[in-house]
């Protein structure tokens, strides 16, 4: 089984994780690529993904979307900035919510040793506070929203 | 009276307001400690974290996290409490400039500073770099939770399609059969 992930915050904008993966770099690349595979994987537990676009090329668009079981929608966007093939994309990452105020900028590396794989995400934000700002949000307060969408719905349902 | 406790601010025109409105004689010292207690609680919850919401708490504890002086203001309060004058030393700026990285820490309530005496030392909290840490706890929860997905995924891709392993083994059966 791979070490859990480490996570830091160096300097005052970025927040880093790093993990390693019992596979060579190149499917891990494909994971992080092609949608029908990202859609397997990637978001919070129990959320579903609604949207998972993926135009893979440089100045290309991404869009995914991620609904709760209560049927809060999370949906972020942006655009590849760099892509090297096995190593490195770069990506511009805004939050429909305007989270982050600014949105941030995440770089992932990808290493292999001895047929395993490291990625290291760089998640940059515009300023310190934008980084608070993000950090407030939305893994805190994006479930309370998906259950106040819910209690909502359930008053609703209980007044009808 | 008013020095002896120390009272500043709020607590002082409280008490000089009470002071004014009812006779003195009532006051005893039971009644202005509760006083005391009671105007220090209020001018702490007023100005601290208590009012803000989670979200804003957070803001308020990473901005305030953002600045190497105000990083190493804190790393010298787990040491103990330390006055302006004593956290002003190790720096080359002056009073005031640490006065003002005070403020900032106290808004996100990471430092209080008592009300006794004029030294007014600052104390260490560590509720609000708690809560900092749990956020960063679910933001690990969340990667790791989509990492472990991924793992499982990475083994499925690597593992040979399953239509070619029950006729490798029926042959070699035969082989061995034979």
Known sequence: MPK??????????????VREFDAPRDLVWLCYSKPELVRRWYGLP??????????????????FVTKSP???EMGSQGLYTAIAEPERIAQT????DDWTKGGSENVVAFTEHDGRT?????????????????????????????????DAVLAEELAA | MQRQIGASGPLRHALTIARNKSETKNFTPALLTALAVRFITKSFYNTSVIQMTPSERLDATFIALSDPTRRAILARLRDGDATVNELAAPFDISQPAVSKHLKILERAG??????VGTSRPVTIEAGPMREAADWLEKYRDFWEKSYQRLDALLEILQTPLNTDKPAKTKKQRTDDDA
């Open chain 1, 70 to 72: 209560g049927g809060y």
């Open chain 2, 110 to 115: 990471l430092v209080t500073r008592t009300n």
């Open chain 1, 46 to 63: 129990d959320w579903q993904m609604t949207v998972c676009e993926i135009d893979f090329r440089v100045g290309g668009k991404w869009r």
């Open chain 1, 4 to 17: 859990p992930l480490t996570i830091t915050t160096p300097g005052d904008r970025d927040i880093v994780v």
């Open chain 1, 93 to 96: 990452e805004y939050y429909d």
């Open chain 1, 118 to 150: 490291t990625a290291t995400m760089t998640v940059t934000y515009s300023s310190p506070e934008a980084r608070a700002a993000a950090v407030a949000t939305p893994m805190a307060d994006g479930m309370e929203i998906g259950f106040k969408r819910l």
